[in-house]
Structures are given as C-alpha cells and as structure tokens.
C-alpha cells in the first residue's frame, strides 16, 4: 500500500470544540476498525502530553465521543489513576480507558492492570502525562502533544492550541490504520467551512455543528468510506493546505 508523505500533522485549535471535534475523528477511525483487523492485535494507546490546562481532558472526551463512548462522562482520572468506559457495538464491547499518571511510576502500573489492558483487542487506552511510563509504552500508539497560548496577540491567539499528531509509532505497527489514520485527519485538516441544510446521511436535521455535515456521530460512522474518500467536508479551519513540512496551520 502507498503511504502518506508524512506521519506527522500539527493542527490550531482555537478553542476546546474544535480540540474535541480533532479527537473525535481519531477516536471515530480507532473505533471503526473491522473484527479481522482486530484479530491478534493489542490496544490501541494514545500517548497524550500537554501542561496543566493544555486542553487535554477535552482531547480526551473527544476520544471517547468518537469512540462511541458517553463523552460527558470522562474526567480527568488523578485521583482514581484509571476510568474505564464502554461503548457497546451490537455484542461486542469496547473498552475505553483513561489513565492519569502524573503520580503513577512504571513499577506502579500493576495496580491498574497495566498488561492485560494492553492485551485487549478491544480497547482505546488515553494516558495523560504518559512521560512517567516512557519506558513501559507500547508501539501501537499515537503520540499526541497539546500546546497552549499559541501565538501572541489577540485574544484568539492567546486561547488557542497547538496539537501535534505524531502516527509514526502506530505506522511501525500497523501501517494500514495509521494511514486510515492520517487520511481522515487530512480531509479535517482541508475541509471548508461549510453550511449544510440537512444531514449528508438521512437528510435529518443538524444537531451538533461538530459533526456536520452530518446529525450524529452514527451517521458520519455510518458514511466513513465515502468521508475518508472527501466526498464531503466537515468543519474545518477555512484555507487550510499542507506545508511542505507536513503541518496543517
């Protein structure tokens, strides 16, 4: 298969919607992935760094959201170490878990049963403050990194965000999704800001601006073939094309 001229993507996120909204796309193809594929694989592990108040709880919950997890119900899990979520796919379930390991060290990790989650098929493992496990982290993973107060200037600027998308880990294991991986995040990255009268799916009613142009989150999953093709374009940031270096603005 060919791959794409980069694994590396940085995006501007101006405020924790369209953090969420980034997420949920990564979060949505993680979760779409066939049983086949799935097939004496691991978890998934997104490895997520960012300062205190970087937006990386809202990256989470946007994890989850397209993951197909209840999003409102992901915190920051400090003080409990880990929070396990499920999202049900007619019998099969899947397994979101969130880990904080701000207070966690390597020989810690039993207490929240670091190695058979990591055998999981089924899971989407989030894990803030991941530097304090450098040592115990899989390679099928993505490395996400959040800054704050991108820019300088007006107040937009101030409140913005930074995140680097780096897929080159999860291409070393599984080269096929980091490269579903990448092409969905390119039609976020280069879609228009469009208006839309109706679902692209059922025609139904918008109800959430973060999943136009379709209703729900279903329904965009329900249409990810044609999606990853740009057959429809999503809110994106307006006049948004690739560098050379492979970075989004």
Wanted: hydrophobic letters at 45%.
């Amino acid at each position: 298969m060919s791959h794409p001229p980069t694994w590396m993507l940085s995006f501007h996120a101006r405020e924790a919607v369209e953090t969420e909204q980034l997420a949920s796309v990564i979060g949505e193809v993680i979760g779409s992935r066939s049983l086949a594929s799935r097939q004496g694989s691991r978890a998934v592990v997104i490895a997520l760094s960012g300062e205190l108040g970087a937006g990386k709880t809202a990256f989470a919950r946007g994890l989850a959201r397209g993951f197909g997890v209840e999003h409102s119900q992901v915190s920051s899990p400090t003080f409990t170490l880990r929070m396990d979520h499920f999202a049900a796919r007619g019998e099969r379930v899947d397994l979101f878990a969130h880990l904080d390991c701000w207070r966690m060290e390597t020989g810690a990790l039993e207490s929240v049963g670091w190695d058979a989650l990591l055998e999981e098929p089924n899971a989407l493992v989030v894990i803030e403050w991941p530097q304090r496990i450098a040592a115990s982290l899989p390679k099928l993973r993505l490395d996400v990194t959040i800054r704050d107060g991108v820019g300088e200037g007006s107040l937009e600027q101030s409140q913005s965000r930074r995140v680097d998308i780096d897929c080159t880990p999860l291409a070393n294991f599984d080269p096929s999704l980091a490269a579903r991986m990448i092409d969905a995040l390119l039609v976020l990255a280069q879609a228009v800001r469009v208006s839309h009268p109706g679902c692209a799916r059922c025609g139904g009613a918008l109800q959430n601006d973060a999943f136009a142009p379709f209703c729900t989150a279903r329904c965009r999953l329900l249409d990810l073939g044609a999606w990853l093709r740009g057959a429809y374009v999503i809110e994106g940031a307006e006049g948004s094309p690739e560098s050379e270096s492979g970075e989004i603005a």
